[in-house]
């Protein structure tokens, strides 16, 4: 009751009052006086999930939230979670951008903030940006920046460890800056040793050596390496582990000096150094060495001085001996599986801190954590596993994730429609299960993962799939070497993407009409189909019409079309009235365009047996070879003119009129078009050797209907009006 009582008077306290004294006492828990000074607003000086993380800390607690966010990240989801956001770097790289300290601290102190949270990565391990921080009047949420600098160099936190008799691995007392010196180490202490930059982490500028004559070159290379990453190629050599386990402490301390363990974690499934599923606690640790890890761990941050949250890393090996690597004086990427196992909400508690209450007062007092169950953290990259995990940028086209009891998901911008970008790390989401055993979070970290459907972009869902299906991970049996002695891990199922691809293929469609694919691999047969010829007509009768001018025995024989030609529209008409013989209109040539051979009957085939049809059809009455699915399928499927087509055909066949269907104001196409569109189409068509258009419209719609009649007619061609029919076909009353 008291707990709850302290966190609703704070909460109060936090809205109107700017400085006060708070007194607890009860006689469990400590007793103190304490500086209070509540927050009112937080800036994160980070981006995506953490930030959000932090800014959801923020809400809970009643503070004001502000993000920050470079010219890349303007859509990004985290600056959307907060209260206010504000661009920085503009016209700065990507990353550089978060790393402006002096436009950070402007952004601070124009919009009245009291405190920055830096988050993980970027500037927050870098102690000028803390002192930056506080130089400028504000609060920085985090241990001070002189334990910041102490333990962000690995050679003073080296030192630092063995005035508090924490073990250490043997190593070099500074940092080495010449191979000279690195070969000397080695030949005192021996091999296996392992090169590590002294001014920086996360696995770059690191090397194992296991061979003398090896030496020289992996210093060059991993000092090159660590000098391109953080400035500075200076190393640090300590003797190699073998196999060893990597376990961290997770610590939290406040202004008063006292100090906790939230127990530990175990990192040890990492590739290339980097860390990639997450265990909380670590599984078959022996309780003695769980207690003197805790404690030595405890023991170091008493020492320098430690506020706020922090994790000491330690390697330990087969036997049970562990030895100290470093200290992470920040919130880590792993805190979630703390938080699972402790209850302990590690973001609020670092706020708290930097208001001023004490670890007590929280509730936080060493007799009172207790693990609970186990939890697990995996790390859904934008990467391709089957690509030895190269970066995958890109669109998110789905994004459906695995939720339900026991599972915790902290995300950035995963949503369908997200960009995926180059510029930053390729974090998507972490999911945490939460349940009794080791094997229950398993089972449900693997029943969120094939729940989440994630199309645009290669994940490593696929890698953490295997690593949660393997037994030796199934029973704790871990070390750094678990992936690397694990190729079976690289084995994937790919992936058949059905719905995505039915999906993607319907848009195509209905975008961009059918482009169907040949339905067999096998070539056309080589052969040429059968054309009749046109024989050449020497009659008498042929030779006479030669001889009076009216026709040469070379062409066809005369048709409707001269007639309408030399006579004009009205005549033409005239004359088919006065026919009393059935006329027949042949459309074949259209059918060509509609029919399942729709996208392989070319102009060339057409042209081809073009001269027989105007010699041996030349009393049709017309012939339709016209329309929207000549453009359509022309244009679309066999990447011809149409206006090409209808002109050769006219060469080839001159004397039997060609008619087309005109679907009134919408021409050729599916919808309305300009009126003098439709009047320049109907032109053009009868320049080039259209001559019948037989108009209709689908609706009956009059206006549509003698709009197509009058551009038809103006341009001198011959108009075929039609009614489309409607009505029961089936009933024999309707006539």
């Known amino acids: ?102 436009e950070i601290i402007r952004v601070c102190k124009e919009n009245d903030v009291d405190a920055v949270h830096p988050g993980y990565g970027f500037l927050s391990e870098r102690s000028d940006f803390a002192q930056a921080v506080i130089d400028a009047g504000l609060r920085f949420i985090g241990p001070s920046p002189k334990v910041v600098q102490q333990m962000g160099d690995k050679v003073a936190a080296r030192t630092a460890a063995i005035e508090a008799g924490v073990p250490i691995v043997p190593g070099t007392d500074g940092p080495v800056t010449t191979k000279d010196e690195a070969v000397g180490f080695c030949k005192k202490h021996g091999l296996p040793v392992i090169f590590k930059a002294a001014y920086g982490g996360g696995g770059r500028g690191m090397r194992v050596v296991r061979k003398m004559e090896e030496v020289g070159e992996m210093f060059e290379r991993a000092s090159s390496e660590a000098k391109a990453a953080f400035g500075n190629g200076a190393m640090f050599i300590e003797k190699f582990i073998e196999r060893p386990r990597h376990i961290e402490v997770q610590l939290l301390g406040d202004k008063a000096g006292n100090v906790v363990h939230l127990y530990e974690r175990d990192c040890s499934v990492q590739r290339r150094h980097q860390k990639v599923v997450e265990i909380a606690p670590a599984p078959r640790l022996p309780v003695e060495v769980r207690n003197k890890m805790t404690d030595a761990a405890v023991r170091l941050a008493k020492h320098v001085g430690y506020e706020n949250a922090g994790t000491v890393e330690f390697l330990c090996d087969e036997t049970g001996n562990f030895y100290f690597i470093e200290v992470n004086a920040r919130l880590q990427v792993e805190h ?44 859904v990259t934008t ?77 490593n869902i696929p890698f953490l799939l295997n690593v949660l299906e393997n037994q030796k991970f199934l029973h704790g049996v871990l070390d750094t070497y678990f992936i690397d002695e694990h190729p079976q891990l690289f084995q994937f199922r790919i992936s058949q993407n059905r719905a995505q691809k039915l999906l993607g293929y319907l848009g195509e469609v209905l975008v961009n009409g059918p482009q169907t694919p040949l339905a067999t691999p096998l070539k056309p047969a080589e052969i ?68 399942l051979l729709a996208t392989r009957v070319r102009s060339h085939d057409l042209l081809k047996i073009s001269p027989y049809v105007a010699n041996k059809f030349h009393n049709l009455y017309a012939l339709e070879n016209w329309g929207g699915a000549t453009f359509d399928v022309a244009l679309r499927f066999l990447h011809e003119c149409p206006w090409e087509r209808l002109e050769e055909m006219r060469k080839l066949i001159p004397n039997i009129p060609f008619q087309m269907l005109l679907r009134g104001a ?70």
């Open 336 to 379: 979630t599986v703390t938080e699972e196992i402790t209850d302990i909400d590690l973001v609020q508690s670092q706020i708290r801190v930097a208001e001023g209450m004490t670890l007590p007062e929280l509730g936080y007092t060493q007799d009172k954590i207790h693990p609970r169950g186990f939890a697990i953290q995996c790390r």
């Open 528 to 595: 040429s189909p059968h054309v009749p010829t046109v024989p050449l007509d020497l009659s008498p009768e042929a030779v006479e019409r030669e001889e009076r001018g009216e026709a040469k025995v070379t062409e066809p024989p005369k048709g409707l079309r001269q007639l309408l030609k030399s006579q004009g529209p009205e005549a033409f008409a005239k004359e088919v009235r006065s026919r009393k013989n059935l006329m027949l209109m042949d459309t074949t040539f259209r059918d060509a365009h509609q029919s």
């Open 666 to 735: 919408n021409a050729v196409g599916y919808t309305n078009y300009p009126d003098n569109v439709v009047y320049k189409f109907c032109e053009l068509a009868v320049q080039t050797g259209m001559d019948i258009f037989r108009v209709f419209d689908s609706l009956n719609y009059l206006p549509n209907l003698i709009l197509g009649m009058e551009a038809a007619g103006k341009a001198g061609g011959v108009v075929e009006a039609a009614i489309s029919y409607t009505g029961d076909v089936s009933d024999p009353n309707r006539t």
């Open 383 to 459: 990467e391709d596993p089957a690509n030895d995990f190269q970066p995958s940028t890109g669109r998110l086209e789905v994004f459906r994730s695995g939720e339900g009891m026991g599972i915790r998901l902290d995300s950035a911008s995963a949503f369908a429609g997200a960009i995926i970008s180059p510029y930053y790390d390729s974090l998507l989401v972490k999911i945490i299960s939460h349940a009794s055993d080791l094997q229950s979070s398993a089972s449900k970290m693997n029943r969120a993962l094939r729940e989440f459907r994630i199309r645009g972009v290669k994940t």
């Open 1 to 102: 009751m008291l707990f709850a009582f302290a966190n609703s008077a704070v909460k109060s306290l936090r809205q109107t009052t700017p400085r006060v004294r708070v007194f607890l006492i009860s006689k469990n828990a400590y007793s103190s006086q304490v500086e209070y000074k509540p927050i009112r607003s937080v800036l994160v000086a980070n981006r995506g999930e953490i930030a959000i993380r932090v800014f959801r800390a923020c809400t809970e607690l009643g503070i004001k939230s502000v993000a920050i966010y470079s010219e890349q990240d303007k859509m990004h989801m985290h600056r959307q979670k907060a209260d206010e956001s504000y661009l920085v770097g503009k016209g700065l790289p990507p990353v550089e951008a978060y790393l402006n300290i002096p």
